[in-house]
Each structure stands twice: as C-alpha cells, then as structure tokens.
C-alpha cells in the first residue's frame, strides 16, 4: 500500500472517533492527515514531508478552527421541561409551611407541591428557586427580587 492510503486510512479513522466523541479535536487531526496524503501522493520520494505537513496543517487547522468549534459547542442552552419552571412567578394555594412540609402552588395551569426556607400564606405570589423531583423550591416573590432576576 502507498503511503498516501495510510493517511487516508488514518485521516478516516479519526473523522469516525470525532464523530463519536462530539469534540470537534480529531476533526482537525483528520484534515492534517488528508494534506498529509495528498504531500505523500506529490512527494513520494521524501518521507519527511507528510509529517512536516500533517504536523503543521494539524497546529494551523486546530489554531484556526478552534474558535469555531467552540462557538458551536457553547451554545445557549433553551431550558425544557421542569427546568423550564425556574425563575418563574406562581400562586400558593396552599400554606408552605417549612416546619409542616405541607405547600402547594399554582404555575400556570399545573398545581406543585412546593418548599421554603420561609413559611409562605395562599395568595402570595412566590418565584421558583429550583426542582426537586415533584417539588419546587420557592421564595416568596418581591419587586426587588424581579428587577434582579430580570
């Protein structure tokens, strides 16, 4: 087998490990072993050159390319499902009563069992801190806390 099909082998090989892993790396290892191949394809007679090319293709892509890949990769997050209920504004309809461990609250159309640091009468308004399971955490709501929050 040529040389040149040995860079291809392994530039493949490392494009399937970066498809696996979702790290976008290998990606630019593997373009550094196609310019690779095609050095060995046009200088057959220098073994050197397929690595001095791999070698500095591989640090220019990666040098290059990385930014890239990490905008892509840090994209915000949408929050879903329960995650969703953090930071929202509910309705106790039910006393939260820490010492009890009884409270109920209304987000939206759904009723929550619910916890506080503070007890928390029906008809105030809370902001949900967090969800534990089928619980929310929550703290009664303020004007300040909005403007923070917000």
Do not use: H
Request: hydrophobic letters at 55%; charged letters at 15%; one cysteine or more.
């Amino acid at each position: 087998m040529e040389v040149y099909g040995l860079w291809i082998i392994v530039g493949v090989i490392a494009l399937i490990i970066d498809l696996l892993s979702a790290t976008m790396f290998m990606l630019w290892v593997a373009g550094g072993c196609f310019i690779a191949a095609v050095v060995a394809a046009l200088l057959p007679g220098v073994p050197w050159a397929p690595w001095a090319a791999f070698a500095v293709s591989t640090a220019v892509l990666l040098y290059l390319g990385r930014p890239l890949a990490r905008r892509f990769q840090e994209q915000a997050l949408v929050p879903s499902n329960v995650d969703a209920l953090i930071g929202n504004v509910g309705i106790v309809i039910e006393t939260v009563d820490p010492l009890q461990n009884t409270g109920r609250v209304r987000m939206g159309s759904e009723e929550w069992r619910a916890r506080a640091a503070t007890r928390i009468e029906p008809g105030a308004k809370v902001c949900v801190l967090g969800v534990s399971g089928t619980t929310i955490e929550v703290a009664e709501w303020t004007p300040q806390a909005a403007q923070v929050e917000g």
